[in-house]
């Protein structure tokens, strides 16, 4: 008697057998015919529907694993590729797909460490795939330290990912990427000379790669090898012109370079190269009659009449008047298209507006911020840059509610309210609120600092321990954190 479903006599299972095929051609044509156009969740509502008579069908429930992972449809996608690893138990690249979808849509970093370890379990039964057991492993833990709030708890989870990543690398020194992401661990932990080694080797085996020469221009940052850092910049540029995340990186090169106008300059060229892939209002307007205006991007040229600009303060007034006339504009396009491609060019804006702000123009940082706003008014980020702005001019007691808004959304700025209170004469709040951060963001020599004013400011003799780890933690910080670089199977 068949125990793993329905019995059927021996002509009728024959001819289920038949049908169950001609099914799974039709369904087969089906995919190669969406899935060339992209139609993967409209594929996946058809296979959900096959499901009803395809009990124990490994092929149907594969495609429809498949299917709902290319559709963004994480939840389901784990669930059906573990009933396929149900199915055929000695698979070992059904939990490795479940956990690629755990690591890169749903961020279940735990689910996915569980799951990476079934397969490391099979020893070598595994086959060529144990090293990327060991690799998913590695990512898991490095993406759960990464977010442990507890400095105990993000040592040992740093501890168990250089410990898989090094033994993924063992197995298979020839994966680039295996490489590559044993360096960008050992760069997490500070370990910026180590981390050349593991990442000469990936660049010698994909020299084009694009997370690996970004890893490589942090690496040279943080050894305060700018110039050269720039350089290799130059070339991954050249080889990925539209990456944003290289942009924003040498954005801040030419901060530390050259100071700010130059550095502005390429936010002018970021906005100008969003404009051109992403304009909304402009791909929404091809063949449905008049085009509609595209939104304006452009940085305003105008000068804070406080910094001894020949510009009147009105011309100030009126570039943000036309900002912010364009909300409505903005935020109703901003309904279409991926999420993605708002948050870059808010990050664009705020980007523009920490510049104009470390060059004391304010106005124009605030049209920035402005335009910023105009697209996620309520984002942490538009928050705490609201909030800086507000202590520089001043304004302090706004500046503390803007900053507790933000952290109310997403734990990150604790460094600034601290100092923030420290400045206004709260320093035991202040100190708090710093101590906290350090164990939060424990590379972060920024939070190391201000809790050294902070003690420093009550007489405490800890005060220089802390500026100590600053200055020590200062001299291996690239420009931008290590964790810019995505962390996926």
């Not at 799974?24 to 499901?51: F, N, P």
């Not at 250089?162 to 680039?176: I, Y």
């Not at 502005?264 to 209002?281: F, K, V």
């Amino acid at each position: 008697m068949n125990t793993t479903g329905p019995s059927f006599p021996p002509e009728q299972a024959e001819a289920r057998q038949a049908s169950l095929q001609d099914a799974a051609s039709v369904y087969d044509l089906l995919t190669i015919g969406m899935a060339r156009r992209g139609q993967y969740a409209m594929l996946s509502e058809c296979l959900e529907r096959a499901m009803k008579f395809s009990f124990n069908e490994f092929h149907l429930w594969h495609q429809l694993g498949l299917s709902l992972m290319a559709a963004g449809k994480g939840v389901g996608a784990v669930s059906v590729f573990k009933e396929c690893a149900r199915m055929r138990p000695d698979d070992p690249s059904l939990p490795l797909l479940a956990a690629k979808v755990c690591i890169g849509q749903l961020h279940w970093f735990a689910e996915g460490q569980t799951l990476s370890q079934t397969v490391v379990s099979m020893g070598e039964e595994a086959g060529e795939l144990l090293p990327r057991a060991y690799l998913a492993m590695g990512l898991c833990c490095s993406l759960q330290a990464s977010d442990a709030t507890l400095k105990d708890d993000r040592n040992e989870f740093n501890k168990k990912a250089l410990e898989a990543l090094n033994k993924a690398h063992s197995l298979d020194p020839q994966d680039a990427q295996i490489a590559m992401y044993l360096a960008l661990q050992l760069a997490l932990v500070r370990q910026v000379s180590a981390a050349m080694e593991p990442l000469q080797t990936a660049l010698s085996l994909h020299g084009d790669d694009l997370h690996s020469l970004h890893l490589l221009i942090l690496l040279l940052s943080a050894q305060k090898h700018h110039r050269h850092a720039l350089d290799t910049l130059g070339l991954a540029l050249s080889q990925h012109p539209d990456n944003f995340n290289l942009l924003f990186t040498k954005v801040k090169l030419e901060e530390a370079l050259f100071g700010s106008a130059a550095a502005l300059q390429t936010c002018e060229d970021m906005l100008q190269r969003w404009q051109t892939r992403y304009d909304i209002s402009r791909s929404r307007s091809v063949g449905c009659g008049p085009r509609k205006p595209s939104i304006h991007l452009t940085l305003p040229d105008f000068q804070d009449t406080s910094t001894g600009s020949l510009s009147p303060s009105s011309v100030a007034a009126s570039r943000l008047e036309a900002a912010l006339s364009e909300v409505s504009d903005l935020s109703s396009s901003r309904r279409q298209g991926p999420t993605y491609i708002w948050t870059t060019l808010e990050r664009i804006w705020l980007q523009a507006g920490e510049l104009f702000m470390a060059d004391g123009r304010l106005k124009e940082a605030q049209f920035c911020i402005a335009e910023a706003s105009a697209i996620f008014p309520n984002s942490h980020s538009v928050l705490l840059q609201r909030g800086r702005l507000a202590e520089l001019r001043g304004q302090l007691d706004e500046a503390k509610g803007l900053y507790d808004e933000a952290l109310a959304i997403h734990p990150t700025g604790e460094r600034i309210l601290g100092r923030l209170l420290v400045k206004t004469g709260r320093v035991h709040l202040g100190e708090k609120v710093l101590r906290d951060a350090v164990q939060v963001h424990s590379t972060s020599h920024e939070a190391w600092s201000g809790l050294g004013e902070a003690l420093q400011s009550r007489g405490c003799s800890q005060a220089p321990d802390c500026f100590l780890t600053a200055l020590d933690l200062e001299a291996s910080s690239p420009v931008r954190p290590f964790t810019v670089i995505p962390r996926e199977l």
